[in-house]
């Protein structure tokens, strides 16, 4: 409960200032992005910075479109397929709970990172019919990884991909909890060919414009591993 009381209270802290991912670089953003790419994103000046892991802090999942849904032959419930719909294109977890939320949502921020897995489109149709399950339900403010009743932000990333094909998320022990970082996401795409990092935007090196491919893998190595 305490737990609970202070990651709310951190998050309904929120200092007004303009973020850098702006119309065009999100435009850019979008264009780049295939179902089942995963957002990690951060804002400069939450207050949730000081309670989570590292420099990047935050992940979601873009679920892709109606179309993309019914293109790749994604099968789900009446009642969720209605709430997606429209500009609901991603899966995320925040303290009013797991939901489908509009991507200029997640994106409206400083920093994103592009990870995308490199599993087949029919094994990532099975990893958005699994964690699409999981819509609806509460925030997980314990970071139990072991229960599936309430998500963390990164647990939405687990639900869905783990132990498909060859990816093996491995859970590091916090504070007597195993869970499971937005680093640790990154740590996985420079440690494994299962994950890779298709593009950066916010971070030194590219504050102006969308990097992509080995560039950006360079600077999302040396924004949160080599930090002065």
Not at 65 to 79: F, N, P, Y
Not at 98 to 120: G, I, Q
Not at 161 to 175: I, K
Request: hydrophobic share 40%; glycine share 6%.
């Amino acid at each position: 409960n305490i737990m609970e009381r202070c990651g709310r209270a951190a998050s309904e802290v929120a200092i007004p200032l303009k973020k850098r991912v702006g119309t065009a670089i999100f435009e850019d953003v979008k264009a780049c992005l295939q179902p089942g790419d995963i957002l990690i994103t951060r804002h400069d000046t939450a207050l949730t910075n000081l309670f989570l892991p590292g420099f990047w802090p935050h992940a979601a999942l873009y679920i892709g479109t109606e179309s993309d849904r019914d293109a790749s032959g994604v099968i789900i419930d009446d009642d969720r397929q209605s709430r997606w719909t429209g500009d609901r294109c991603v899966l995320e977890a925040l303290k009013d709970g797991v939901h489908f939320r509009p991507l200029s949502e997640t994106l409206a921020v400083d920093n994103v990172v592009v990870l995308r897995t490199n599993l087949s489109e029919s094994q990532i149709a099975r990893a958005i019919e699994r964690v699409v399950m999981h819509e609806g339900k509460l925030y997980n403010f314990d970071f139990d990884f072991f229960s599936s009743d309430k998500l963390v932000c990164t647990e939405v990333v687990y639900r869905a991909f783990d132990g498909l094909g060859d990816v093996d998320f491995a859970l590091t022990e916090r504070a007597g909890r195993r869970t499971l970082s937005a680093e640790d996401l990154l740590d996985y795409a420079f440690n494994s060919q299962a994950l890779n990092i298709e593009a950066v935007f916010g971070i030194r090196g590219a504050h102006k414009v969308l990097v992509k491919g080995a560039r950006a893998r360079e600077l999302v190595l040396e924004s949160y591993r080599h930090r002065v």
